[in-house]
């Protein structure tokens, strides 16, 4: 073989690699802005699966899956209209955020690239809402209209971003990000759960201790079942249906103990509720955002950047996570696409005057993990053999919390009390953190070396390095929290944004590419990471000079539809 055979040979090689591991190349070409390609990629990538997408979901798995998730996404949700009630005058409630879950849910369950994220309304997106109301009913500009056009700009900057393939940034966003604004958003649930408790005392000391050990009891119960469905305690079916079934049944348990006995008499405070498919002032559905002055519609405009720039991040960390690399997927991602289609979904929120939905952490990947089928390996230990991807239990989730509208759910709603949700709270808050990058790494640092595994990787990093790392993404929780107990909470987004920069450029400079590659990695596989242009080599995380078998997949599923370059 002659040396211009090898030197084809060896280009050949690299050409077939190039779908699925992008070389080093300049930032330019690494984002790849080609109009709408992404979008039609993304279309043509999913579409093939939509039917599918129904068809599989005739599996046992949704059954608690839709269960779970209406549990663990209306309840959070209807906590924080608790807050958006007090701190907004009542413009938000119940009921808009109950019609806010709705929407989403249909949307992405029936129109989305990614149906397994879970979206609804967040703890950032609520913190945001109120602060803007702190900030404009201070100059007498009426809140909801106002909230109108945030939204109809935040529908221009998402379509700005899904048509300029602005997702592709995503591939920048490594577990440090994701990491770190998980925690915020799990302290953010533990930091709520504390503040529904306070609130309990303004009637009597004993509601506010009887609060108290309700809230105790939902969490420990509610812990004890999770800790029973990940342990090797009882027969691996009885496992399973603890774990799927556990917190719904705490839940109905504990709202229904202090109605029993004297306890009865003690007065906790409930959840509020309206009337049934009515908004909670006495307004109509659609906002009259047309008569807000021109002036003001322009001092909306930055507060449409910040939410673009909150549910670029939030949303599409969301979608990552809930495909992350730990669970086997086999349909592709959408982030471009699903883009597009939440800045829908803002519009349409803010012309009915309800909260804008985004994805869910830690809700969306609670959902994935809920749709996993697990087998026993040699060991014993539950293995994931595979996911239910389909499109039913975030639509049946949805439909759940449209029946919550309805006159007798509604009054069932009123009588759970608040201390239960506090409860639910922890447990979610807690999951959530011991499930977190920032608090493995913790534990790792805090064990005795003895009882560290001779194959651990960090053990391969520099003594000092694991400390740095953790640090940074310490420093990154702290300054997002900070910002959010301000008057300039509004700007967190920046904050949480920062993060991305500070991984890029700091990091490399205080580790080596083999530190990063044990400390950080990608959120998710090649294979969902194909949406936004594949990985980004130059990150610190090392290339392999061949193709592996997913690879070739993604190639040859690519050249089946036909996909334009980004």
Same mark, same amino acid.
């Given at each position: 073989m002659d040396e211009q055979d090898i030197s084809r040979g060896l280009s050949k090689q690299k050409s077939s690699c190039a779908t699925s591991i992008p070389v080093r190349k300049s930032f330019s070409e690494n984002i790849g802005i080609h109009p709408f390609v992404g979008i039609i990629n993304d279309i043509k990538r999913r579409a093939p699966f939509y039917v599918s997408d129904w068809t599989d979901a005739w599996d046992?798995?949704? $059954?608690?899956?839709?269960?779970?998730?209406?549990?663990?996404?209306?309840?959070?949700?209807?906590? =924080?209209?608790?807050?958006?009630?007090?701190?907004?005058?009542?413009?938000?409630?119940?009921?808009?955020?109950?019609?806010?879950?709705?929407?989403?849910?249909?949307? =992405?369950? &029936?129109?989305?690239?990614?149906?397994?994220?879970?979206?609804?309304?967040?703890?950032?997106?609520?913190?945001?809402?109120?602060?803007?109301?702190?900030?404009?009913? !201070?100059?007498?500009?009426?809140?909801?209209?106002? &909230?109108?056009?945030?939204?109809?700009?935040?529908?221009? =900057?998402?379509?700005?971003?899904?048509? *300029?393939?602005? /997702?592709?940034?995503?591939?920048?966003?490594? !577990?440090?990000? /994701?990491?770190?604004f998980g925690f915020y958003v799990a302290m953010l649930y533990l930091q709520k759960g504390f503040q529904i408790l306070t609130r309990q005392f303004e009637d009597s000391e004993a509601s506010g201790y009887l609060s108290i050990t309700l809230a105790l009891l939902v969490f420990i119960v509610g812990c004890v079942c999770q800790r029973i469905g990940s342990s090797n305690l009882f027969k691996h079916v009885v496992r399973i249906l603890v774990l799927d079934y556990g917190t719904p049944l705490t839940i109905i348990f504990f709202t229904g103990l202090p109605y029993i006995g004297r306890m009865r008499y003690v007065g906790l405070k409930t959840l509020p509720v309206s009337q049934a498919f009515q908004p909670t002032l006495n307004r109509n559905w659609v906002v009259d955002f047309?008569?807000?002055?021109?002036?003001? +519609?322009?001092?909306?405009?930055?507060?449409?950047?910040?939410?673009?720039?909150?549910?670029?991040?939030?949303?599409?960390?969301?979608?990552?996570?809930?495909?992350?690399?730990?669970?086997?997927?086999?349909?592709?991602?959408?982030?471009?696409?699903? &883009?597009?289609?939440?800045?829908?979904?803002?519009?349409?929120?803010?012309?009915?005057?309800?909260?804008?939905?985004?994805?869910?952490?830690?809700?969306?990947?609670?959902?994935?993990?809920?749709?996993? $089928?697990?087998?026993?390996?040699?060991?014993?230990?539950?293995?994931?053999?595979? +996911?239910?991807?389909? !499109?039913?239990?975030?639509?049946?989730?949805?439909?759940?919390?449209?029946? $919550?509208?309805?006159?007798?759910?509604?009054?069932?709603?009123?009588?759970?009390?608040?201390?239960?949700?506090?409860?639910?709270?922890?447990? &979610?808050? $807690?999951?959530?953190?011991?499930?977190?990058?920032?608090?493995?790494?913790?534990?790792?640092?805090?064990?005795?070396?003895? *009882?560290?595994?001779?194959?651990?990787?960090?053990?391969?990093?520099r003594s000092n390095a694991v400390y740095k790392f953790v640090a940074l993404e310490l420093l990154g929780f702290g300054a997002t929290f900070a910002i959010t107990q301000t008057i300039a909470a509004s700007g967190f987004p920046v904050i949480i944004m920062s993060l991305i920069p500070l991984r890029i450029y700091l990091c490399p400079k205080l580790f080596t590419f083999d530190e990063l590659d044990i400390l950080d990695a990608p959120t998710a596989s090649k294979f969902t990471m194909v949406s936004v242009g594949g990985m980004y080599e130059a990150f610190g995380h090392k290339n392999n000079s061949s193709c592996t078998n997913e690879e070739l997949e993604i190639q040859e599923a690519n050249r089946g539809v036909g996909l334009q370059s980004v």
């Open positions: 046992y798995r949704i $059954v608690p899956a839709s269960i779970y998730m209406f549990f663990a996404n209306i309840l959070p949700a209807v906590a =924080f209209a608790l807050d958006l009630v007090s701190k907004t005058d009542s413009n938000y409630g119940v009921n808009e955020v109950l019609l806010s879950s709705v929407i989403a849910a249909v949307a =992405f369950s &029936m129109l989305g690239g990614q149906p397994l994220c879970i979206v609804g309304v967040t703890g950032p997106i609520t913190v945001f809402n109120y602060t803007i109301y702190d900030i404009v009913h !201070r100059q007498g500009v009426p809140y909801l209209p106002f &909230m109108g056009w945030v939204s109809l700009w935040g529908l221009i =900057f998402h379509l700005i971003i899904a048509i *300029f393939n602005g /997702c592709n940034f995503l591939k920048y966003v490594t !577990r440090f990000s /994701c990491d770190t047309w008569t807000l002055d021109a002036v003001h +519609v322009f001092e909306a405009l930055p507060f449409g950047i910040l939410l673009t720039i909150l549910f670029w991040f939030d949303h599409n960390v969301s979608c990552l996570i809930a495909q992350g690399s730990e669970f086997p997927l086999k349909k592709p991602a959408a982030f471009h696409y699903d &883009m597009s289609l939440l800045g829908i979904v803002v519009l349409i929120s803010g012309l009915l005057g309800i909260p804008a939905p985004n994805g869910l952490i830690p809700q969306a990947p609670f959902h994935t993990a809920s749709l996993c $089928v697990t087998t026993l390996n040699e060991k014993n230990e539950p293995v994931i053999e595979r +996911v239910v991807e389909q !499109r039913a239990s975030n639509l049946l989730q949805g439909f759940l919390s449209l029946i $919550v509208m309805t006159g007798p759910l509604l009054t069932v709603l009123h009588k759970i009390p608040q201390a239960v949700l506090a409860g639910l709270f922890w447990v &979610m808050g $807690v999951d959530a953190i011991l499930g977190n990058g920032i608090t493995r790494k913790i534990i790792w640092l805090c064990t005795q070396n003895n *009882f560290i595994s001779q194959d651990d990787p960090l053990r391969l990093c």
